[in-house]
């Protein structure tokens, strides 16, 4: 029940803040808003407070988000380009993989079409990716990584210096970035409240997660596991699904957008975007396998692997806003 109660939180709080519509996404990637950063940012410096919070107390014990590799040039390779591909999909669906879930739980058309194609990416990864990439993971690259590697899991131990430094920076980045989008920025009609406020509202989200799962939120493995579970199902086996408790906080996710939208209908009001079905269905399929390559998306690396201050988060979360902004631009 724990999972669904905290997905559900996330759900509402997605749709609260205004970042489930499409329009907030598009209009970040190609730079004619800032809605979207001042609440991933807030909501990324609220977690990383409650994370090193729980960790310092001994509440949680969370290991920092190992690097993903596809074998090519890097044992962070596949941050890269899962990044690339979460962010490109990102553009093209007006979604990511959390966000969809609250698209579908309030009834916006492109989100279904996207959660199809995010559907057949977590069918595809199980039944065909996931044993190559696991083998990627097994037999990293001899000459790019060694015992000595494992201290540039985080970026405190990367630059040599305290955690507490780290947050400390962390959060006077984030808060000057904030100011200067509010400041300097103007929101348009899908803000019901202020991102920031939103931001909290998603940072209490992960407070709740802490709290309930000892464990942070995240959305992408979601996929896999029903994916996993078509697989299951095609063979003979199916029943219960071995592992579900991320399908469980994924359609509480989609409950809580749908509470949310239908006690307070204003919420659930979006701003009209174009998003064709195909665009739709190809971004969703490419920011799921973005995701998989990736480790996580931008909930699990986003949110989450940053307030951890896992290298790999850093990494695969520029490349995710790097893509979806330049597919943005091309796109204008």
Known sequence: MEHVVTGAAMGA?????????????????????????????????????????????????????????????????????????????????????????????????????????????????????????????????????????????????????????????????????????????????????SPVIGGLFIGGAQLLSVLLRKSLVGTSTSYEELGGWFWSVLKGNGGIPPHYNNILFSAGAIAGAWLLTTLVPTYGQVTPVTVAPLSAGLGGFLMILGSRIAGGCTSGHGISGLSLFSTSSFLTIAATFGAGGLVGLLRG
């Not at 919070?53 to 590799?69: C, I």
């Not at 790019?144 to 131990?157: C, F, G, I």
């Open 13 to 193: 709080a997605l749709t609260a803040s205004g970042v489930f519509q499409p329009s907030v996404i598009i209009s970040q990637l190609n730079f004619s808003s800032f809605h979207m950063i001042q609440a991933f940012l807030t909501a990324a410096a609220t977690s990383a407070c409650i994370v090193t919070a729980a960790q310092s107390l001994g509440y949680t014990h969370l290991k920092p988000r190992s690097f993903s590799s596809v074998g090519l040039f890097a044992r962070w390779d596949g941050n890269i380009i899962g990044g690339l591909l979460l962010g490109t999909g990102m553009m093209l669906s007006g979604a990511c993989p959390g966000t969809v879930l609250a698209q579908v739980g309030a009834g916006v058309r492109s989100g279904f079409y996207a959660m199809e194609g995010a559907a057949l990416a977590g069918i595809v990864w199980a039944g065909f990716l996931q044993p190559y990439f696991s083998r990627c993971q097994s037999e990293p690259l001899s000459s790019s990584s060694s015992p000595s590697d494992n201290k540039y899991t985080t970026v405190y131990d990367t630059l040599g210096v305290s955690r507490a430094t780290a947050l400390a920076g962390l959060e006077a980045m984030f808060i000057a970035i904030i100011a200067a989008a509010v400041t300097l920025t103007s929101l348009g009609p899908e803000a019901k409240i």
